[in-house]
C-alpha cells in the first residue's frame, strides 16, 4: 500500500485503495476477494486440456451400431460328418527361430521353403523354413514394417510399414523392386489377390488402396469412416473385407469398387482378417478377446471362438477349412474346430504378443511369429 | 495417379504429428525468452519476447497438454504395449520427453516454487535436456518420411538448440573472464 500524502484526495489517487478503507485491517481479506485474472493463454491452455480430454473420452467410447452376438446366432450349419477327424490332429512345438528383433509380420510359402518377416527396424529377412538359415535380407523400410505377403509362387514380396509406403520386391533376382506411395498415414495391413494381380493395403488414414503389382498403378480407393487394420481378399479374388478399429467390417466388390455389405458384431479394434478356403465364411480377430466366424451368405455370425484372456492379433484357416488358428496378445496360439467351434489345444512358448499365424499348405505346420522375435513352428505328431 | 514415379514429395501430416508439432512450438516458445536475452539483448525488450516471458509458465503446460495429445495419438496406433521393453526402447527418447513434461507441469506452480526451494530450478533445467532429446526425435522418427510440417519442426527445433549452445558459451565466457 503505497501512501505519500494525507491529503484525502492525493491518498485517493496514489493508494490502491480508497480513504475510508486505507485503516481497515484487511488488506488480506480485500486481496483476497480480487479474483486473479487468468491471462488469455491459460485460458487458451484450460480449454484445449478439455477439449483434449473430452476427444480421448468420445474416441475411447465403444462404437454404439456393434449387434450383440446371440448364442442362439452360433447355428451348427456349417457342422460336417467328419468333423471330428480334426480332434485327432494335435500339434506339437518342432522348431523356432529367433529373428532380428521385433516382429510384427510374416508370411509362409511351403512350395519354396521359406518364410520372410517384417522387423521393427523397417527390413524384411528370407529364411529357410526347413534350417531356420538367414537367405536374404532387406533393408527397405524407414520405419516398422507391420504387414507383409508373399505371392502364390513366392517370386514377390509385398511390405507395408509405418513410413506410408508399399515396396515391391522381387525375391528371385533381388531387386530392390518400387515402392508404392499415396497413402498418408501407417499402413496396418496389406493382402495380395490369388493370381497376384492386385495388393491391396489397409491405412490408419481410413482407406484401403487397390494397387496393380505390375504397374504399381491406384485402381480402387475404398474409405473406412475410422483407420483401417485388416484387410483380406476372398480365395476367388472377388471380395475384398476390410475391418477398421471401431469394429466395422465391410465387404467390397473388387472389380466395380463397391461396398456389398457391413459386418457388425465387433466393438473394437478388427486386427485380422482371413476367408475360408471355400470362400464362404470370414474370420475376425479382434481386440475384444475374441474371434467371430461369419458366414457370407446370410452375413451373420455363425460362430464365436471365446478363451483368449487378451487381443486376437491373428486368426488363419486350415488348408481343410477345418480348424482355425488364433494368436494373441496372452502368447498363447489355440486351436478351434470350426464345425463345433469347441477350444481344441492351446500353444505355448512365445514370450511376448503373437501378431502372426499360418498354416502351411498341408495343414499339418503351423508358424507363429511374435514380437519377442522368435519364429515357432508347431506340427502334427 | 502412377505411383511408381509420381511419389508425393511431402505428405500432409496425420492428427498425430499436428499436435506433436504444436507442442514443439509451445515448447521452444518457453525457451526463447531466456534464449534471446543472452544471445540476442538487442531484442530482450521487445513486446514479443516479454510476453513470451510473462506467460512462459502457461505455454508451458499448453505445450504438455499438447505432447499428452501427440502421443495418445500416436500410442493408439502404433501397437505400444506397456508390458513389453522393446516398445519403450523404440520411443525412448519421446518417452525420457514427456516423462520431463510431466515433471514441469506438475511443478510449475507457486507452491511447489516454495516447497522445492533451490531444487526447483535444478529440476526445471530439464527443460535444457528436452531439447536435445527433442532434436533426437524429431530427426529419428521422421526420417524418410517427411511430411510438410517436418522441415519447419525440424529447422525450430535446431535452431533454438544452436542458440542454447551459443548461450551457453557466451555465459562461459563471461564466468571465466569475470574470474
Not at chain 1, 508399399?166 to 530392390?176: P, V, W, Y
Not at chain 1, 471365446?306 to 484357416?317: M, P, S
Not at chain 1, 477349412?321 to 470350426?338: E, I, N, P
Not at chain 2, 524429431?138 to 517436418?150: E, P, R, S, Y
Request: overall charge positive; some cysteine; glycine content about 6%.
Amino acid at each position: 500500500m503505497i501512501v505519500t500524502s494525507t491529503s484525502p484526495q492525493t491518498t485517493s489517487r496514489l493508494s490502491l485503495y480508497p480513504t475510508d478503507q486505507r485503516h481497515q485491517p484487511k488488506a488480506r481479506k480485500v486481496k483476497g476477494k480480487r479474483p486473479k485474472q487468468k491471462s488469455t493463454i491459460e485460458k487458451l491452455g484450460l480449454i484445449s486440456l478439455a477439449a483434449a480430454g473430452i476427444t480421448m473420452l468420445i474416441d475411447l467410447a465403444p462404437a454404439t451400431i456393434a449387434t450383440k452376438i446371440q448364442p442362439t446366432d452360433m447355428v451348427a450349419s456349417v457342422a460336417k460328418a467328419d468333423a471330428a477327424l480334426t480332434l485327432d490332429r494335435q500339434f506339437e512345438p518342432t522348431q523356432a527361430f529367433a529373428g532380428n528383433g521385433v516382429t510384427y509380420a510374416s508370411d509362409l510359402h511351403s512350395k519354396k521353403h521359406i518364410f520372410a518377416t517384417g522387423n521393427f527396424n523397417g527390413t524384411v529377412d528370407i529364411w529357410d523354413s526347413t534350417s531356420g538359415k538367414l537367405q536374404q535380407s532387406h533393408a527397405i523400410h524407414s520405419d516398422a514394417i507391420e504387414d507383409i505377403v508373399l505371392s502364390s509362387n513366392g517370386e514377390l514380396l509385398a511390405s507395408s510399414s509405418w513410413d506410408n509406403t508399399i515396396h515391391i520386391t522381387n525375391l528371385d533376382n533381388r531387386q530392390r523392386g518400387y515402392s508404392l506411395i499415396g497413402h498418408t498415414d501407417d499402413i496396418k495391413a496389406l493382402t495380395m489377390s490369388p493370381d497376384d494381380r492386385l495388393v491391396v493395403s489397409g491405412s490408419f488414414d481410413k482407406s484401403a488402396k487397390v494397387w496393380d503389382v505390375q504397374s504399381g498403378k491406384l485402381l480402387h480407393t475404398f474409405e473406412h469412416s475410422h483407420g483401417i487394420t485388416s484387410v483380406a481378399i476372398s480365395p476367388d479374388g472377388k471380395i475384398l473385407a476390410s475391418g477398421d478399429r471401431r469394429g466395422k467390417i465391410s465387404l467390397w466388390d473388387l472389380d466395380s469398387g463397391l461396398k456389398q455389405a457391413t459386418l457388425h458384431g465387433h466393438t473394437r479394434t478388427v486386427w485380422d482378417l482371413v476367408f475360408s478356403p471355400d470362400g464362404t465364411m470370414l474370420l475376425s480377430g479382434n481386440q475384444d478377446k475374441t474371434a467371430i466366424l461369419w458366414d457370407l451368405n446370410t452375413l451373420a455370425p455363425v460362430g464365436i471362438f471365446e478363451g483368449h484372456q487378451r487381443a486376437v492379433y491373428a486368426v488363419a484357416f486350415s488348408p481343410d477349412g477345418r480348424t482355425v488358428a488364433t494368436g494373441s496378445y496372452d502368447r498363447t496360439v489355440k486351436l478351434w474346430d470350426v464345425t463345433t467351434q469347441q477350444h481344441r489345444q492351446t500353444l505355448e512358448g512365445h514370450k511376448t504378443a503373437i501378431w502372426g499365424v499360418e498354416f502351411d499348405d498341408t495343414g499339418t505346420r503351423l508358424m507363429s511369429s511374435s514380437t519377442d522375435g522368435n519364429i515357432r513352428f508347431w506340427a502334427t505328431q | 495417379m502412377n505411383a511408381l514415379s509420381e511419389a508425393l514429395p511431402l505428405d500432409f501430416a496425420p492428427l498425430g504429428n499436428n499436435l506433436g508439432f504444436l507442442a514443439l512450438a509451445a515448447y521452444i516458445a518457453t525457451l526463447v525468452p531466456t534464449t534471446v536475452r543472452i544471445v540476442l539483448p538487442q531484442f530482450k525488450s521487445h513486446n514479443a519476447v516479454r510476453w513470451l516471458l510473462k506467460q512462459r509458465r502457461a505455454i508451458g503446460i499448453l505445450a504438455f497438454v499438447l505432447a499428452v495429445g501427440h502421443t495418445y495419438f500416436v500410442v493408439r496406433k502404433r501397437n505400444f504395449d506397456f508390458f513389453d521393453l522393446h516398445t519403450y526402447q523404440a520411443s525412448a527418447e519421446g518417452a525420457s520427453t514427456l516423462i520431463i513434461f510431466t515433471l514441469l507441469s506438475i511443478t510449475s506452480n507457486d507452491w511447489s516454487i516454495k516447497r522445492l526451494k533451490k531444487n526447483w530450478k535444478r529440476l526445471h533445467t530439464l527443460t535444457y535436456m528436452a531439447m536435445f532429446l527433442l532434436t533426437w526425435h524429431v530427426i529419428n522418427k521422421m526420417a524418410g518420411q517427411w511430411t510438410m510440417i517436418t522441415p519447419i519442426a525440424a529447422t525450430s527445433i535446431l535452431t533454438i538448440t544452436v542458440l542454447f549452445c551459443i548461450r551457453q558459451l557466451t555465459e562461459f565466457r563471461k564466468h571465466r573472464s569475470n574470474s
